[in-house]
């Protein structure tokens, strides 16, 4: 099983992917559980595009990889699970996981979207309660920036998912709270980052350039309150923000490492 997953990965994954070890540290745990939390929302996202035909190809696609990925690391996060507790958690998770991949895999229909949008927040967060479960196990400080860092990266496509459900004419009287909640959340992390004593010059950099893209973002939004959407415009930024936030988690996990293997001398 674990050999056709692997095969079916290398075909699907893009090559930006990320690199996931099979005797992973708590650091990279907490990374690698928190682009779980980002799949969740990117893989409903793309579902949305397809069914609202924005930018169908590309939506398949990243569809596609997520499911793939998701494969793939939970896998990886069952080799590395420490403790029962965190085992439980992740049995939750495959739970969920087994019945929400064979829905959100089949032709978009607009009349299963709410129910697979409510199963897709379950997944949510019993994916978070993994990713927090490990960060308590590490007993490292620093691991609350890969976390917040790490929900940045899921922030970003939960906020896109939200505006191409909108777009797509979803009637669900949840999403503006949802997408505002995402928004409100997404800053108020980002100026946490910022202020972050562990940053580098390098991640302050990187900060500095996540926030003037979200800053662009912010006036798409607007857009939105007045009845106008431009989804295409939003896929974009929100990927943009992905990948620059997707760097910024790698870059805290190199920080916990370092802690984690000064305290342990």
């Known amino acids: 099983m674990r050999a056709l997953v692997f095969a079916l990965v290398m075909v699907l994954m893009p090559l930006a992917a990320p690199n996931v070890s099979w005797g992973m540290t708590d650091a990279e745990a907490i990374n690698v559980s928190g682009r779980q939390r980002m799949l969740s929302q990117r893989m409903m996202k793309s579902y949305l595009m397809l069914g609202a035909d924005i930018k169908a190809d590309e939506a398949q696609k990243q569809l596609d990889q997520s499911v793939a990925l998701f494969e793939s690391q939970f896998l990886a996060l069952r080799d590395y699970a420490p403790d029962e507790g965190i085992n439980a958690l992740l049995d ?76 797509w004419n ?8 949802e997408f505002d909640a995402a928004v409100n959340l997404f800053e108020e992390s980002l100026n946490e980052l910022k202020e972050s004593d562990s940053n580098t010059e390098e991640l302050a950099v990187a900060l500095t350039r996540v926030s003037n893209q979200w800053s662009f973002s912010r006036s798409g939004f607007e857009l939105s309150e007045a009845g106008r959407y431009v989804p295409t415009v939003i896929s974009v930024t929100t990927e943009s923000i992905l990948k620059k936030m997707d760097a910024i988690t790698d870059q805290y996990q190199t920080v916990m490492n370092k802690q984690q293997m000064l305290a342990a001398e």
């Open 170 to 177: 979803i009637d669900d009287p949840g999403l503006n709270d």
């Open 92 to 167: 939750k998770v495959e739970g969920i996981w087994l019945t929400h991949r064979q829905a959100i895999l089949q032709s978009p229909d607009k009349k299963n979207v709410d129910e697979l949008m409510r199963d897709n927040l379950k997944l949510l967060t019993a994916c978070n309660d993994v990713v927090k479960a490990i960060e308590n196990y590490s007993g490292i400080a620093s691991g609350r920036l890969v976390n917040i860092s790490g929900r940045q990266r899921m922030l970003s496509q939960k906020i896109a998912k939200v505006y191409m459900a909108l777009a």
